[in-house]
């Protein structure tokens, strides 16, 4: 089963312009983290952030979490043509900590 | 650092016919999973192999998949017989430090 939700299942935005997702989930986590796939590099790691973190930067990408809320929101500030891609978000389970529950994907389209 | 192998890439099977995928992880990633990816939806964990033992399976339907890991390295996944809803993608992955690494998957497809 999924465990996660993504929010917009679709996004199309242009280039330069920022794009927003949105993950929700059900348990309780050990961690979260943002993948990306794109038929040309196939399923790539981004982002892990850990439950007792609330916010994360790397380049281009920021993540937040909140526990509280069971969501997590993931910011691409300053789009390229090349992000365009599937992104999921997946939960770390508390039980197995290798384990990754992933959610449903937003499919991101950028517009040069 | 070569990647996560997997073939072959691409494979047309008959229903009730039996099929077979190879995955050879990252060198030194003790850890091995196998997901299904069916089209719209994100990766299931099929199974998590810790060396050659079984850490998680419980969403693997064991009437017709099977895996193994015999050696801590390579894996094999099969279904016997295949149905056609297990036209897929099936991705094997491998971890160090709880970040995956996949590779570039086996799209199966069930006629």
């Not at chain 1, 990306?36 to 790397?58: A, F």
Request: charged share 20%; with cysteine.
């Amino acid at each position: 089963s999924q465990q996660g939700e993504e929010d917009p299942q679709a996004l199309s935005i242009q280039e330069g312009e920022n794009a927003t997702m949105n993950c929700s989930y059900k348990t309780s986590i050990n961690n979260l983290q943002w993948y990306r796939q794109n038929s040309g590099r196939g399923l790539v790691h981004l982002i892990l952030i850990r439950s007792n973190e609330r916010e994360k930067h790397s380049g281009r990408l920021r993540v937040t979490l909140d526990t509280s809320k069971k969501s997590s929101s993931l910011l691409i500030t300053a789009s390229r043509a090349a992000d365009t891609a599937s992104y999921f978000c997946a939960t770390g389970v508390t039980y197995n900590t290798d384990k990754l529950i992933f959610g449903t994907g937003t499919r991101l389209q950028v517009f040069p | 650092e070569a990647g996560v192998a997997q073939s072959p890439r691409y494979k047309i099977i008959e229903k009730r016919q039996s099929v077979a995928f190879w995955c050879n992880p990252i060198s030194g990633h003790a850890t091995l999973y196998w997901y299904q990816q069916i089209l719209g939806q994100g990766p299931k964990l099929l199974i998590q192999f810790q060396n050659n033992g079984v850490v998680d399976d419980s969403q693997l339907p064991k009437d017709r998949f099977s895996a193994e890991r015999l050696k801590g390295v390579d894996s094999t996944l099969k279904i016997q017989p295949a149905k056609l809803e297990d036209s897929a993608v099936y991705l094997c992955a491998s971890s160090l430090k709880g970040e995956q690494f996949f590779g570039p998957g086996t799209r199966l497809t069930v006629l």
